[in-house]
């Protein structure tokens, strides 16, 4: 049979479990399976499961996962949002749109703890929607640049879903890492860039500045910024000065992350268990999936489906513009009902190919799949950001959806133009990996 | 990439997993092999090189054959050096220190390893070398004193053994980690061929290259026994025919190449050293120390081996 | 009694799960940290990666059980009860049998490790059936538990791994963070 036709059939079948409530990992698995029925060549499929899956969970790389989530249990426990909030507020009320940037700035500098959208989202959120809404600020561009904004958690290192996406790909860690932190500078300047515009456009809607407070109390409320950064020091220092390789400084934000939720008073061996039990779980649901999706890809490697995929879209003739177009249609359409650890999982086996052979570099899709993933994230009907916000601020679902939509915007902007400037994405790897 | 072509009915279909990436001169020269085989044989036989783990991850590959998941593979045989003393005898710092020395303790050795994979179900086809090793470093080494201390990549029994021995700290580092280990200093000093240091651009980190030559460590590709005896006669014979070509086509490469790659390295700035005499003598000495741990784990079989090689 | 027993072996090798969690933190700091004060822990990236191996597969009966595998929610969270009790059913047969084959590989793997002495190939060698234990354990665990949920379910009750609607704000946020992005 020919391939292609294969290939349909195999997804036809997957979307077939997915939509049966089959969980990913197993579905993956049983599409994995099912592909390896049309290799050929009387291949033991439950030999190759058992051994791809030892070989790829059996991981040093993979071990920064469980730690990064784990960093993310313990962070949320804390009250370091409370403190970025007072921290950032004293110096924004110059700013069009006041008060409003702190959801922007909070969530760039809890994005650079914490690996996980939901959770920078979710922390960032618990204090400022309740302070914005009691002065007077829109609620609903309020709400809109905190769903945007805590998806800067997996944007700005580090990143549970650049850890998956590094293993998934095979490419280094650190780089990837590196790759995001300036199109997560250039993600907060459309974002602010947004809120001025409509603050400006919308001058009755913006409340008047807090009372203005002496420099001497400014300063003294930013002291409360001190833990998140030092924080934030201590594990890039861990990196540079050689302490720590990328895998490793996962462990030192844990260490440092318990520092700050015992020199808050928040740890207790009640609370320090729950946080492991939590990522524990978290870690195994994602294992599962990430075992499903190295079968699948080990399968699909027996059949020849993703070169031949590759060798047909590149028989298309697309530019690396309509192919990186086509993608991204492709993918808001999966994020409208899938999460971003399934998204990536689902589709590098296939998709990887593709774009090598179209001359990208691995990782620069690694920041383009993120800010896709981001994208899915804030965009109906299943988004764990509404989601976390529909219930934080009791509005229903469609007013979150569309107090969200902006901000999905300015991210299919921000695709375009790394797409455009690539050299966003690529100038720190480069600089730190030249050549 | 290999070509795809859709399986027609009296064909067979083999998958060759690789651990190297698919521009290694390696996985090029297995590429050629699975061409040669499919040429000899009209299309009869389809070997697809699956290279740069893209199918079973470096450890997994001997066994992954073994149990027939894939019906040939390809893998650096020390990897598995803890399972049999043999798998580690091409390893054994400063035994053999030129390529000439290598194919001789290869010959005296591949009975041995042969008889060790058969035991296994698996056939050997043929063994390519990497370059010979060398310490990469940050200063001058005289002697095998100026090596205390240094942060050294351990990442083997012989690589352990040897910081052990002149007192350097042993450092673990994945390979993956080990160009940002560099730069931060996390390893000031390994070992590893002119052509891994040039791949990841030791000069951007390193100052000095020793060419020890300390060993010479190879590439083993073997086949599923009972897939080979599966084959017709005609086919068995163009498989071993084709291997016997990739061996010396291998041998021959990489022997050109190590002397380029070194050039490389100088271009770059590197100082491209013999090691000094007082080094020299101080490493063979631990050579002969690491030989003796070798010969009394792998006891008379090995004797034998290396009384062959030394004759 | 069969009851608590089981609901033990899930939950406990959680707590294993977690325990392994830890030691991959300690063993990071301890290399990591170790290395300027010039100790090394020999092989300790296999260790690592074999402590990754086991919390992964261990904890994944009592992740299920706790309702946090997921799965997409989209058409079945649409159907009504009745059709829904059949597609669970169909959904765990799928689930019973997949778990089961890949249990009983990965257990024959852990097997034949033991019968051909499979070894690691890291700077201590260890003998490689130690490390897939956990592996294999977990999925048979796992497997267990997906075979007393299919059982409980074709009994006519609700089935234990989908979580109530969440009902304070808590809840949601919760398990938004559980999504793991
Ligand atoms: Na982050
Ligand atoms: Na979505």
Redesign the pocket.
């Known amino acids: 049979m020919e391939l292609l036709s294969i290939a349909a059939i195999l997804l036809g079948f997957l979307a077939l479990l997915l939509g049966a409530g089959v969980w990913i990992g197993v579905a993956l698995m049983a599409t994995g399976w099912a592909g390896m029925q049309f290799a050929g060549g009387a291949i033991p499929a439950g030999s190759v499961l058992a051994t791809t899956v030892w070989g790829n969970s059996a991981s040093w790389s993979l071990a920064a996962l469980p730690l990064f989530i784990w960093m993310g249990e313990i962070l949320f426990r804390t009250r370091l949002s409370e403190e970025m909030f007072r921290g950032f507020a004293p110096w924004l009320n110059w700013l069009p749109g006041r008060l409003m940037h702190v959801n922007v700035l909070a969530c760039g500098v ?7 959208s939901a959770a ?1 989202c979710a922390t960032v959120a618990k204090i400022a929607l309740p302070e914005l809404k009691k002065r007077g600020y829109d609620e609903n561009l309020s709400l809109g640049s905190l769903a945007g904004a805590g998806t ?8 549970i879903t650049m850890v998956v996406y590094a293993v998934q790909a095979n490419v280094s860690i650190i780089q990837v890492f590196l790759a ?1 932190f300036l199109p997560g500078l250039l993600v907060m300047m459309l974002y602010s860039g947004y809120i001025a515009i409509w603050s400006l456009a919308n001058p009755t809607r913006t409340p008047p500045a807090d009372p203005p407070m002496s420099l001497r109390r400014r300063i003294a409320e930013s002291l409360n910024l001190i833990p998140c950064l030092l924080l934030i020091v201590f594990v890039f220092l861990s990196l540079l000065m050689g302490w720590a390789t990328a895998t490793e400084c996962a462990a030192w934000g844990v260490l440092g992350s318990l520092a700050i939720a015992w020199w808050q008073g928040a740890l207790s061996w009640e609370s320090f268990w729950a946080s492991v039990m939590g990522a524990t779980r978290v870690n195994c649901m994602i294992l599962l999936i990430l075992a499903g999706a190295s079968y699948m890809g080990t399968s699909m490697a027996y059949t020849g489906i993703p070169l031949a995929l590759a060798n047909w879209v590149n028989g298309l003739q697309l530019s690396p513009y309509a192919l990186i177009a086509a993608l991204t249609v492709m993918y808001i359409v999966l994020g409208t009902a899938l999460d971003g650890i399934s998204m990536i999982v689902l589709t590098t086996a296939i998709v990887i190919p593709m774009v090598k052979q179209a001359g990208f570099d691995l990782v620069w899709f690694g920041i383009f799949l993120v800010l896709v993933v981001e994208m899915a994230e804030v965009s109906p009907p299943v988004g764990f950001n509404l989601f976390v916000l529909q219930t934080m601020s009791g509005k229903d679902s469609n007013t979150v959806a569309k107090a969200a939509l902006p901000f999905f915007f300015l991210l299919v902007l921000a695709v375009a133009i790394i797409t455009v400037f690539p050299a966003i994405v690529m100038l720190l790897p480069r600089i730190a990996f030249p050549g | 990439a290999p070509a795809l072509v859709v399986p027609a009915a009296a064909q067979t279909k083999w998958n060759l997993p690789a651990a190297y990436p698919a521009d290694n001169p390696h996985s090029v020269n297995l590429i050629a092999f699975a061409k040669d085989v499919g040429d000899a044989t009209g299309g009869k036989l389809q070997i697809t090189v699956h290279a740069a783990a893209s199918l079973f991850k470096a450890p997994e590959i001997k066994r992954a054959v073994a149990t027939g998941q894939a019906q040939a593979g390809e893998v650096l045989i020390s990897l598995h050096e803890n399972e049999d003393p043999m798998f580690g005898i091409d390893v054994i710092p400063f035994l053999s220190t030129s390529y000439p020395a290598a194919k001789k303790l290869w010959l005296a050795s591949k009975p041995a390893i042969e008889k060790k994979l058969a035991s296994q179900g698996l056939m050997l086809l043929f063994a390519v070398p990497w370059g010979p090793q060398g310490i990469y470093a940050k200063k001058d080494l005289a002697t095998v004193e100026d090596m205390k201390g240094l942060k050294w990549r351990a990442y083997n029994v012989g690589t352990s053994r040897i910081a052990e021995l002149v007192g350097a700290q042993p450092v673990t580092i994945q390979a993956a980690e080990l160009p940002q280990a560099l730069a931060t200093g996390v390893v000031n000093a390994f070992m590893t061929s002119g052509s891994t240091g040039y791949d990841s651009k030791a000069w951007e980190t390193m100052t000095h290259f020793y060419d020890t030559q300390a060993w010479i460590p190879k590439n083993v590709t073997f086949v599923n026994k009972a897939a080979f005896d599966a084959l017709d006669k005609p086919t068995q014979d163009a498989i071993l025919k084709a291997a016997a070509v990739a061996e010396e086509r291998g041998w021959k490469l990489a022997e050109e190449k190590a002397k380029w790659y070194l050039e490389q390295l100088q271009a770059n700035k590197m100082k491209v050293l013999p090691p000094p005499p007082a080094l020299k003598t101080g490493l063979e000495k631990i050579g002969e120390q690491l030989t003796a741990d070798w010969l009394k784990k792998a006891g008379p079989d090995g004797e034998a081996v290396i009384a062959a090689y030394k004759k | 009694m069969i009851r608590v027993f089981l609901d033990r072996i899930y939950l406990f090798s959680g707590y294993l799960a977690g325990l392994f969690l830890i030691a991959i933190f300690v063993l990071m700091l301890l290399l990591s940290g170790g290395r300027p004060l010039g100790v090394n822990i020999p092989a300790g990236d296999d260790f690592i990666s074999w402590c990754m191996a086991a919390t992964a597969f261990l904890g994944l009966a009592h992740t299920f059980k706790h309702g946090e595998m997921i799965r997409v929610g989209l058409l079945i969270d649409r159907l009504n009860d009745n059709v829904r009790h059949y597609v669970e059913i169909a959904a765990l047969l799928v689930g019973v049998g997949f778990i089961g084959f890949f249990a009983w590989h990965a257990a024959i793997m852990t097997w034949q490790s033991l019968k051909f002495s499979d070894i690691s190939q890291g700077v201590i060698a260890v003998p490689l059936w130690i490390p897939q234990l956990g592996y294999s354990g977990g999925l048979v665990i796992l497997f267990i538990a997906f075979v007393d949920e299919l059982v409980h379910v074709l009994r006519g009750f609700a089935p234990r791994y989908e979580l109530p609607k969440p009902t304070s704000a808590e809840e949601i946020v919760e398990r938004a963070m559980q999504s793991g992005v």
């Open positions: 809890f994005g650079s703890v914490s690996g996980s920078t800067l958690g997996i944007l700005i290192p580090p990143s995001g």
